[in-house]
């Protein structure tokens, strides 16, 4: 099993030698990056490309990626990481051509790119992006002229479901343009992208202002800037529109970048921002009309960053579904309402504000987990079908067709 690594090894004798040495200390010129690596007491240090990274010995032999430890064809860890000694250090190293070598107490041996460790370790990762994003505003955007994408071509052309793809990750919003005006069709361009998520509002909802079900959408009034399904533990990744028919007047469609207003409150208020990624609060949906009973409650703060590079990934803002606040002390209470308040400012500042008149034939994706939505109110009879997908669903198509996700 390490047949290919052992006669590398051999070929080279000067570096199965210096395998040994229990401590290295190797600069090294690779293509105008420098490589030094020198083995402390509880971690390697590496210096590489400008980055000094600090490695755990039990993760360095965690990640191993030979044929004993790692299943290249199906991406899966062979090796047990319960197994690993968590006294464990490496008894020699090396580097070679662009890579680390690390030979292990039991004389398995370790071969590590150096880009990828520097793309993996803590210290990369704090320096890198998740997901590049554009933010915006009402004026940004429209500056921008982003093109929707047209549905014959979306329908068959990859290149095409690519873009639109590129579009939704960096301004979390994209629209296709010419569908059908049926269900069918909106429950077709959605499948082109990705599953469909079922909720209890079925699969493909189709409603009007009859109030049908327990919720402010379906009536005639406006609705303020807000997330869907807040009310999940995960909340539905992407939410679809498609206006099939307004025989009326009104109902525009509001569309509110939550990050933006949010990197902004960051910026201003850092003590409301950090306040609001750790209370956290619950929504709530409580149903009982007709045959529908339902009892939904998530939990999560407003704001979710990740915490290695402090990156926003989520936004749960949604006043008419935020439940009791009775998770903390009423001095908290104040200052998260302070932080609220400030934050809702941003989001209602009119510049932020992006109108948009949805007609028949054009559908619109929205990122439930970033952009906002809401209408103003209308007049008449106005058919609103839609549907959601799973965030999980959308992003590993992205990433299907290279895009960072
Ligand atoms: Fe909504």
């Known amino acids: 099993m390490y047949s290919s690594f052992n006669r590398s090894l051999r070929a080279a004798p000067k570096h ?51 044929d004993f430890s790692f299943n290249a064809k199906t991406n899966q860890r062979n090796l047990d990481s319960a197994s690993i000694d968590l006294g464990i250090r490496p008894v020699g190293t090396e580097l070679e051509d662009g890579h680390l070598l690390l030979r292990w107490p039991d004389d398995h041996v370790t071969r590590y790119n150096l880009s990828w460790l520097s793309e993996n370790s803590y210290e990369g ?19 921008a002229n982003v093109l929707p994408a047209k549905w014959d071509k979306f329908m068959s052309c990859d290149s095409v479901l690519k873009q639109f793809l590129q579009n939704y990750l960096l301004y979390g919003i994209a629209f296709v343009q010419d569908v059908p005006a049926t269900v069918e069709a909106t429950e077709a361009v959605t499948n082109r992208v990705s599953l469909i998520r079922e909720t209890t509002y079925g699969r493909m909802w189709c409603f009007t202002s009859d109030f049908s079900r327990g919720d402010t959408a379906y009536s005639q009034l406006a609705l303020d800037r807000h997330t869907d399904t807040s009310y999940f533990h995960e909340p539905c990744g992407i939410q679809v529109f498609h206006c099939l028919k307004h025989e009326g007047t009104g109902g525009r469609t509001l569309l509110v970048d939550g990050f933006y207003a949010a990197e902004k409150l960051r910026e201003q208020s850092p003590d409301s921002f950090e306040l609001l990624t750790q209370i956290p609060i619950k929504h709530e949906y ?57 934050l809702t400012r941003e989001l209602r500042n009119p510049e932020n504000e992006l109108w948009v008149k949805l007609s028949p034939g054009t559908v619109v994706f929205i990122d439930n987990w970033r952009v906002m939505h809401g209408r103003e109110s209308f007049t008449g009879l106005r058919q609103l079908c839609g549907c959601y997908l799973t965030r999980d669903d959308v992003l590993s198509k992205a990433r299907g067709f290279g895009l960072q996700a």
């Open 16 to 66: 199965a030698q210096l395998l040994k040495r229990v401590k290295t200390h190797v600069p090294r010129a690779y293509k105008n990056q420098s490589a030094a690596v020198n083995l402390l007491d509880h971690c390697l240090e590496l210096h590489y490309n400008g980055t000094s990274m600090h490695l755990n010995y039990v993760w360095l032999r965690d990640h191993c990626r030979s």
């Open 286 to 342: 409580v149903e009982n009309t007709g045959d529908h009973r339902n009892h939904m409650r998530g939990i999560g703060p407003l704001l979710e960053v990740y915490p290695w590079n402090k990156e926003l990934y989520i936004i749960r803002y949604n006043n008419y579904d935020r439940s009791v606040i009775n998770t903390i002390p009423h001095n908290v209470v104040q200052s998260w309402y302070v932080a609220h308040r400030e």
């Open 125 to 143: 990762k704090r320096k890198s992006t998740v997901q590049p994003r554009m933010l915006w505003n009402s004026e940004t955007y429209s500056k």
